[in-house]
């Protein structure tokens, strides 16, 4: 644990960096220091293994505080990952990953052997062991000093805009290479970035910092979004505060409808949304009513039981029919899809299960005109489906989703009920709807298979 | 204007010393130079801002016409001839000295700052760091002032004819005395060689030092 008490830090030149900073960084767990640019951050961040002193207050560390310990024996406890990377460029890969452990003392090929495996743990190959950082990519200079920083298992890890450098893509998989490390060995982290996503993504505990080197708000990710100290902390968390929110609710919530799936898109009728699966049951595309044979792109997916309702929405908005098309964690097969409404009913499901005081919780029977007389609150005016009311126990049903029929038509009222013009056959279960592709079509998967299929 | 090939028949054992000899008044001067302006580039780099005023007196001493240094040392050293050749490589290596804290503080100044406090941040000391990873990254930049102090030097042993030692400048003093045209071609191809030969062995030694920095400009 790593405790700031009322730390300050005025430069020579007068700047306040930091200001009157009381933190507790708890042991294992991720704390992102987040903030405008000037914000302090990465003062405060060198404050910690002694890279910059504070001038007023102190830091301690389990106790005790950082001064009493040695420079140099100090900051070989703590892993560190300079702005950009900060990589030796005169060393290899192997030597630099293994700088602190032969300045500990380690033998030639123990700190090698720790080298290579670490490039395994960050998601590199060992072909790269003796190349230069100039010979690699962005992604893989940020992987390499990630590796650097672990290389002697220090319990304390800190990173300056570990990740800046890297462009959308490569960073998710830097986080997503970041949150296993995390989890297979939890390491008390202290993260500086000004990037509120990221933040929200690695934070277990989010600090919000202000230009002035203020502490504006400590909490989690969640807290902040949903409930931001002051007018500061909501403008930097963003407009968009309510969709990220979405992060935490999980998609399993979500019941899913399900729509006609074949192998072949030239088998397929043309005259409603139908989704073309490989051999494995992946979703490839949607049959193209333009052209027979043709595929339309997919979109994004989610993944029905770990993914979020942020990435259902997501998936729903950037779908060419405005229809999620869930997956399975395991082997990305189809299991099944969701409309955007659904979603939106789910999140006020969900809203409706944390904080039942602010929203009047309604029967579901209750009369929709209150919705157009003005609902305060539209999102929580959308009606509960029943299937909604059974998502929990359907939770414990892995089987509910090869169901189609009550979850059709829970999607179908759903639909009629919030007015909007989905195509309601859609949703609808098999047995309502011609089968497009024929009993004997071998490459259809008939969609009462689904459940074989999502297994 | 023919070449007088007896000539060079004759003296090719006396070339070879010249050679040798401008070799030896051109390169020592540079690696004693080195050794200096290391340690004093990086004093100089640690000043900060005081840097800038030193680093614009060693540029008004390596702007000083090389033959005013060769006349002026022997009056600075202790006493002996003015026309010994250590005169001629103290001023060399004055010369170099100025030119080469430049491409040291230079090389210290071109250390990106984060690969600075990674250095720190692992748990170096300040010297452990200034050996193992500032000064190996600032060597582009002091292989670059070597080859021009080295051409420089090479260049500049001629003119030290003037005062007595000169190496291959003697066969340009003896070509203007005796309006003979051979030892002036001598004198020019050798030195030119000479030059030449030195720029590449300094680049071979940058390659095989600095295998990281290859592709970077020398």
Known sequence: MIEFESVG?????????????????????????????????????????????????????????????????????????????????????????????????????????????????????????????????????????????LAADPPVVLMDEPFAAADPAVRRELHTSFLDLQRSTARTVLLVTHDVDEAVAL????????????????????????????????????????????????????????????????????????????????????????????????????????????????????SPYGLAVGVSAAGGRYAGVATADAILAAVAQARREHRPEPVPVREPAEPQEQQAAGGAHPLTAVPLPDALDDAEDDAEDDGHRADPPGDGHAYAELGDESGQDVDLDVLRPGDETPDPLGADDETAIRETERAGVGR | MNLDWRWLDRNTGHLATLVGQHALLAVVPVLVALVVALPLGHLLFRTGRAAGPLLAVLRVVSSIPALALFVTVPLVLPPHQILDPLNVAVALTVHGVALLVRSVVDGLRSVPDPVRQSASAAGFGWFGRL????????????????????????????????????????????????????????????????????????????RGTLPWARGQRA
Not at chain 2, 181 to 203: C, E, M, Q, R
């Open chain 1, 203 to 318: 934070g277990d505990q989010v600090a919000v910092l202000q230009a002035d080197g203020h502490l504006a708000q400590v909490g989690s990710p969640q807290e902040l979004l949903e409930h931001p100290a002051d007018s500061f902390v909501a403008g930097f968390v963003g407009r968009d505060r309510g969709y990220r929110a979405l992060s935490f609710a999980p998609a399993s919530a979500l019941d899913l409808g399900s729509v006609p799936v074949v192998r072949d898109a030239g088998s397929a009728a043309a005259d409603r949304p139908t989704l073309v699966v490989d051999a494995d049951a992946r979703p490839v595309g949607w049959v193209d009513p333009a052209g027979p044979g043709e595929v339309r792109p997919l979109g994004a997916t989610f993944e029905v039981e770990s993914g979020t309702l942020r990435s259902a929405l997501d998936a729903a908005l950037t």
């Open chain 1, 9 to 149: 830090k005025t430069f020579r030149d007068g700047t306040a960096a930091v200001v009157d900073l009381s933190l507790v960084v708890p042991t294992g767990t991720v704390t992102v220091l987040v903030g405008p640019a000037g914000c302090g951050g990465t003062t405060a961040l060198q404050m910690v293994n002694r890279l910059v002193e504070p001038t007023s207050g102190r830091i301690l560390w389990d106790g005790s505080p950082l001064r009493s310990r040695r420079r140099t024996a100090l900051r070989r406890q703590i892993g560190y990952v300079a702005q950009g990377g900060g990589l030796f460029p005169h060393r290899t890969v192997v030597d630099n990953i293994g700088t602190v452990p032969s300045l500990l003392g380690w033998t030639r090929s123990k700190t090698r052997r720790r080298a290579l495996e670490l490039l395994d743990s960050v998601g590199l190959e060992r072909g790269l062991a003796d190349r230069y950082p100039a010979q690699l990519g962005e992604g893989q200079q940020q992987r390499v000093a990630l590796a650097r920083a």
């Open chain 2, 131 to 206: 050996v193992r990873v500032e000064l190996p990254l600032a060597m582009p930049a002091v292989f670059a002032g070597l080859r021009v102090v080295t051409m420089s030097n090479i260049a500049l042993v001629s003119v030290a004819a003037l005062v007595g030692s000169g190496a291959l400048g003697q066969l340009f003093q003896q070509a203007y005395t005796t309006r003979a045209f051979t030892p002036l071609v001598a004198g020019l191809v050798l030195s030119v060689a000479l030059a030449l030969l030195a720029d590449a062995v300094i680049l071979l030694v940058r």
